[in-house]
């Protein structure tokens, strides 16, 4: 009886720990009214906030590929343009929003986007031809679910910039060692292609880029 009781009581604790997680869960909507300007970065996972927590290093790595990406749009004069932030919603989902390291915006697509002169939102992958993620220490988000996300949405190229070889065995190779993956939209699934070292990017989106994964990593180190 005694063990019955105690079964008893944590299945009931668990029970309202449940009700009180579901309590505070935040639509889209609600998160894009509550969200601070420019006081930290902030993401919506299923309806929970999530504070990044990014390093100096990081911030450089991205901050030195969307400056490097935006004088290869100014010369080949491209109709794209890299925000400061934009949110992106996923295809099937009110509750959650993410905000890329370096997200590329077609501009000619941006009439078709109902929230993003309000909202700074992108709902549609025709909009993106490109987004960058920087690996941080939840790379399991870039790997996992935000691949799944903007595969359905139909973004046409993702890269995933680990520059600390800190994926899972599966997706950089074995031993792991600091790597760039490519996925590019082909039939409507992502093929990936991996770079390390010395290669040299292949893009889609950039075919004349002049960059190799080691200048890249070194972005952040100059």
């Not at 490097?68 to 099937?92: A, V």
């Not at 799944?148 to 060692?177: A, F, H, M, T, V």
């Not at 075919?207 to 080691?214: D, G, K, R």
Request: glycine share 6%; with cysteine; aromatic share 10%.
């Amino acid at each position: 009886m005694y063990n019955f009781g105690l079964k008893l009581l944590k299945a009931m604790m668990e029970t309202v720990l449940e009700s009180e997680s579901e309590a505070k869960l935040m639509t889209l909507e609600e998160f894009l009214d509550w969200v601070p300007d420019g006081y930290g970065r902030y993401e919506l996972h299923q309806g929970v906030v999530k504070e990044m927590q990014l390093t100096g290093t990081h911030e450089q790595v991205a901050g030195e590929i969307a400056a490097e990406l935006t004088l290869e749009i100014r010369r080949l004069q491209l109709p794209y343009f890299i925000p400061r932030q934009c949110i992106i919603k996923p295809i099937d989902s009110d509750n959650s929003g993410y905000i890329p390291d370096v997200t590329l915006i077609n501009k000619n697509a941006l009439e078709n986007e109902p929230m993003w002169k309000k909202r700074s939102t992108i709902t549609q992958g025709e909009s993106l031809p490109l987004v960058i993620e920087v690996v941080s220490t939840n790379w399991q988000d870039d790997y996992l679910m935000k691949l799944s996300e903007y595969e359905k949405l139909g973004i046409q190229e993702y890269w995933i910039i680990d520059y600390l070889g800190l994926g899972g065995r599966r997706y950089i190779g074995n031993p792991k060692q600091p790597t760039i993956s490519v996925y590019q939209m082909i039939d409507d699934e992502y093929m990936v292609n991996l770079f390390r070292e010395h290669d040299r990017i292949q893009s889609a989106i950039f075919p004349e880029l002049n960059l190799t994964a080691a200048q890249i990593f070194e972005l952040g180190e100059s």
